[in-house]
């Protein structure tokens, strides 16, 4: 096996114990173990678990990222198609890269400030800001608010696919249809200027 192969078989063998056990509840002996190498080896091409980790982080964020920009650059798209494209795309990740999904939205270790949950949804909703910022200027509305609007948007959605892992009661496109018509039917109503109407007086 080459230097190239046997990184390549570390990278698969992490990302499916990491999906399985999470980061804390992963060993290099374990790695090791499932590739039949000795530690050394894993400490040689990733410098740790860490390192390791964070590959594997690496490679799935820019996956869905990937695939979620390649959605909302769709030309002749309106912007509800925009949307559900998005949704369909981040299920479509959640379906088809299952385990990568699980390492996403577990924790990452301590210390680390990127490849956690958290900061995926923020990388994404900056790739929609724009979009929704060009929308709401066409409405009258003040685009100012749409890097607020764009992390809702991105985690009602992110965080729908987590359920949708482990519930699976409806299908994909019902989920996303669900999705959209929350999404959309709420902007599309949405105030100019929105005031909570029982806060407290302090």
Same mark, same amino acid.
């Given at each position: 096996?080459?230097?190239? *192969?046997?990184?390549? *078989?570390?990278? &698969?063998?992490?990302?499916?114990?990491?999906?399985?056990?999470?980061?804390?509840?992963?060993?290099?002996?374990?790695?090791?173990?499932?590739?039949?190498?000795?530690?050394?080896?894993?400490?040689? #091409?990733?410098?740790?678990?860490?390192?390791?980790?964070?590959?594997?982080?690496?490679?799935?964020?820019?996956?869905?990222?990937?695939?979620?920009?390649? /959605?909302?650059?769709?030309? #002749?798209?309106?912007?509800?198609?925009?949307?559900?494209?998005?949704?369909?795309?981040?299920?479509?990740?959640?379906?088809?890269?299952?385990?990568?999904?699980?390492?996403?939205?577990?924790?990452?270790?301590? +210390?680390?400030?990127? $490849?956690?949950?958290?900061?995926?949804?923020?990388?994404? @909703?900056? *790739?929609?800001?724009?979009?929704?910022?060009?929308?709401?200027?066409?409405? +009258?509305?003040?685009?100012? /608010?749409?890097?607020?609007?764009?992390?809702?948007?991105? $985690?009602?959605?992110?965080?729908?696919? *987590?359920?949708?892992?482990?519930? &699976?009661?409806?299908?994909?496109?019902?989920?996303? @249809?669900?999705?959209?018509?929350?999404?959309?039917?709420?902007?599309? $109503?949405?105030?100019?200027?929105?005031?909570?109407?029982?806060?407290?007086?302090?």
């Amino acid at each position: 096996m080459t230097g190239k *192969q046997r990184r390549e *078989q570390l990278i &698969r063998i992490g990302r499916t114990l990491f999906a399985d056990r999470g980061f804390e509840g992963t060993t290099v002996e374990e790695i090791a173990a499932k590739a039949g190498v000795s530690k050394p080896v894993v400490y040689e #091409h990733f410098g740790g678990k860490e390192g390791l980790y964070a590959v594997v982080v690496d490679r799935e964020i820019r996956t869905l990222l990937d695939a979620i920009t390649e /959605a909302l650059t769709t030309e #002749h798209t309106s912007p509800r198609g925009l949307v559900e494209l998005a949704a369909l795309a981040l299920l479509d990740y959640v379906e088809n890269s299952t385990d990568g999904f699980r390492i996403l939205v577990r924790d990452s270790p301590t +210390g680390q400030s990127t $490849g956690s949950f958290a900061s995926l949804i923020s990388d994404i @909703a900056t *790739q929609v800001e724009h979009l929704l910022a060009a929308e709401f200027k066409r409405r +009258g509305l003040d685009p100012r /608010a749409a890097p607020v609007y764009a992390q809702m948007l991105v $985690g009602m959605v992110a965080l729908t696919g *987590q359920w949708w892992l482990n519930s &699976r009661r409806y299908n994909k496109a019902d989920v996303a @249809a669900h999705l959209v018509n929350l999404a959309w039917n709420g902007l599309s $109503g949405m105030e100019a200027k929105p005031t909570l109407r029982t806060a407290r007086a302090d």
